[in-house]
């Protein structure tokens, strides 16, 4: 079993900056892929950023792209968004997740129900 919980939400102004981090207590964490999803009232949960198990190779929605950046500390058990430039559209509650490295994964890391556990979001609010 893998928990996650985030944390490091917040209210910011529009082109302030947050770091949400995501802390595991499950075991063997680098053996999984992390995403970060939001999901705003109203609307469904959307893919943010992907970072995969071995390669640490990064994915980006086009909408975060060059202001958001996903990373990892395996010895730390915790992946991180540092979120950069936020702009209103920016608010929802963000949730992590974690995957096993499967062929769905691989091939679609921006769906939801290819991930296995999730945390219990934290909600971000950026002002105009």
């Known amino acids: 079993q893998v928990q996650l919980v985030e944390s490091g939400g917040g209210m910011v102004p529009a082109g302030g900056s947050l770091r949400l981090s995501c802390a595991s207590s499950?075991?063997?964490?680098?053996?999984?892929?992390m995403g970060w999803f939001r999901q705003a009232p109203g609307k469904e949960r959307e893919f943010v950023a992907h970072?995969?198990?071995?390669?640490?190779?990064?994915f980006y929605a086009d909408s975060v792209k060059g202001r958001f950046i996903m990373s990892r500390d395996n010895a730390k058990n915790t992946a991180y968004l540092q979120m950069n430039t936020l702009k209103p559209e920016d608010t929802a509650v963000y949730y992590c997740a974690a995957a096993r490295s499967t062929y769905a994964l691989y091939t679609n890391y921006n769906a939801p129900r290819n991930y296995d556990y999730w945390g219990q979001g934290t909600q971000v609010t950026v002002s105009s």
């Open positions: 970072i995969r198990a071995n390669s640490g190779a990064r």
């Open positions: 499950g075991r063997a964490f680098s053996n999984y892929a």
